[in-house]
C-alpha cells in the first residue's frame, strides 16, 4: 500500500511543477486538507490585474493583422502535420515574452485514496523558474523521498514527431479553444492518448486529459491571472483514477504572489541545492 501511494503522491507533484510558458498566481494558502478552490477551467481566460502604466501588447489579445496570417489552424478533423505542431507549441511557449526568471510560494492540498483508504496531505513550498527551461519545486516538509528526486517536478510540451496529432473545435465551455488529441507512435508505457485544449486568443492551456490504456486518465485543469503584463497560474485542479490499481486522487494548487526578473540564481536548480 505505502508504494501506491507513493506513487500517487508523485503523479500529483508532478503535475503541479510546469515550467511558465504562460502562467502564475497570488492566493493566500488556505489550512484546509479540503480542496483550496473549485475545480474551474475558466476556458483558458485570464482574470485581470492592475496593469502597468505603459503596458506593451497583451498577450491575451488575438492576432491581428499581417501577423494573424502568419500562422492558419488547420481545418478541424484533420491530422496536424509535425511543422504545424511545433509552431502552435512555440506560440505557446513565445506567450510571456521577457519573463526571463521568476519565484513564487506553492500550496497543494490533495485527498489519496487507495482500496478504501482515504489520505488527506497539504504541502507549501515555493516554485522556481528560469527562462528558457529550468524549472524547480522546493517543499518544506515534503516526504523523505522525494528529496531523492529534485527535479521530478516538471512538465514540458510533447516533442511532435512522437505523436500523430489531430486538431478538433473546441466546444461547450471551450468554445474558445481548440482541442489536440496525440495518440503515441512509440513506446509511452500505458498512455493511450493526451488531448490539450488551447485557447485560440491566448495560447494558454485551459486543461488536458491524458487517457491510459486500462481505462484510467489524469485529468488537469488550468486558471489564469495576469501579473505585470504577463499570464499566469492562478489554480490548478487535478483528478486522478487508475480503477486497476484501486487508486483515486484530487489535488488542488495555489501559485502564490510572484517575485519577476529579479535574478534567480542558477545554483537553485542543481542537485542537493
Known amino acids: 500500500m505505502r508504494y501506491h501511494l507513493i506513487i500517487l503522491t508523485v503523479a500529483c507533484f508532478i ?10 498566481p497570488s492566493v493566500s494558502p488556505s489550512p484546509s486538507v479540503s480542496p483550496l478552490v473549485s475545480p474551474s477551467t475558466d476556458n483558458g481566460t485570464i482574470k485581470p490585474e492592475q496593469p502597468r502604466p505603459s503596458p506593451s501588447p497583451s498577450v491575451s489579445q488575438p ?21 504545424v505542431a511545433k509552431q502552435i507549441f512555440q506560440k505557446m511557449r513565445d506567450a510571456n515574452s521577457g519573463l526571463n526568471d521568476y519565484v ?10 487507495y482500496s478504501f483508504l482515504e489520505v488527506p496531505f497539504n504541502l507549501e513550498g515555493h516554485y522556481y523558474f528560469k527562462s528558457p527551461d529550468k524549472y524547480r519545486v522546493k517543499f518544506e516538509k515534503a516526504p523523505e523521498f522525494l528529496s531523492k528526486y529534485p527535479q521530478i517536478f516538471g512538465w514540458s510540451l510533447p516533442e511532435p514527431s512522437e505523436y500523430t496529432i489531430k486538431i478538433f473545435e473546441g466546444t461547450d465551455e471551450y468554445s474558445r479553444c481548440f482541442m489536440l488529441r496525440l495518440i503515441p507512435v512509440i513506446g509511452r508505457g500505458d498512455l493511450q492518448k493526451i488531448e490539450m ?39 490548478m485542479h487535478m483528478e486522478l483514477n487508475f480503477p486497476k490499481s484501486n487508486i483515486k486522487a484530487s489535488a488542488d494548487a495555489l501559485y502564490g504572489e510572484y517575485i519577476i526578473n529579479q535574478g534567480v540564481s542558477d545554483q537553485i536548480f542543481e542537485q542537493g541545492k
Open 197 to 235: 485544449w488551447i485557447n485560440k486568443d491566448n495560447w494558454l492551456f485551459p486543461r488536458q486529459l491524458y487517457s491510459y490504456r486500462d481505462g484510467g486518465f489524469i485529468d488537469v485543469k488550468c486558471t489564469y491571472r495576469k501579473t505585470n503584463d504577463f499570464n499566469l497560474f492562478d489554480t
Open 63 to 83: 492576432l491581428q493583422g499581417k501577423e494573424a496570417k502568419k500562422f492558419e489552424l488547420p481545418p478541424w478533423g484533420s491530422s496536424v502535420r509535425q511543422s
Open 104 to 113: 513564487c510560494p506553492l500550496t497543494v492540498a490533495a485527498k489519496a485514496k
Open 15 to 24: 503535475l503541479f511543477s510546469v515550467p511558465c510558458y504562460s502562467q502564475q
